[in-house]
């Protein structure tokens, strides 16, 4: 079945730098856009960054532009998000989406804290 699982995510400190995972399966991935979304504790989720599927094209919130990069390696079927001076508001639960035959996809989250 379709499915994305994430990882990566841990505890660290304000400056610091962590790069999240996204493994999927059950789909032709090289086709399809690929983002990441997060929510903060009492917060809606939101958008963070977007790759399209051929040109890899990209895109991001202006909350993390310069700081994080999304990129994906078509030959492992994973898409990354590099997060660089990682401040404390982007302490989230970090979510992998994608569209797929008109559904929402999304994995099962992994966990950002950034805290000293």
């Known amino acids: 079945q379709v499915q994305l699982v994430e990882s990566g995510g841990g505890l660290v400190q304000p400056g610091g730098s962590l790069r999240l995972s996204c493994a999927a399966s059950?789909?032709?991935?090289?086709?399809?856009?690929m983002s990441w979304y997060r929510q903060a504790p009492g917060k809606e989720r939101e958008f963070v960054a977007r790759?399209?599927?051929?040109?890899?094209?990209?895109n991001y919130a202006d909350s993390v532009k310069g700081r994080f990069t999304i990129s994906r390696d078509n030959t492992k079927n994973t898409v990354y998000l590099q997060m660089n001076s990682l401040k404390p508001a982007d302490t989230a639960v970090y979510y992998c989406?994608?569209?797929?035959?008109?559904?929402?996809?999304w994995g099962q989250g992994t966990q950002v804290t950034v805290s000293s």
């Open positions: 790759i399209t599927s051929s040109s890899g094209i990209t």
């Open positions: 059950g789909f032709t991935f090289r086709n399809y856009a």
């Open positions: 989406y994608t569209v797929f035959n008109g559904r929402a996809i």
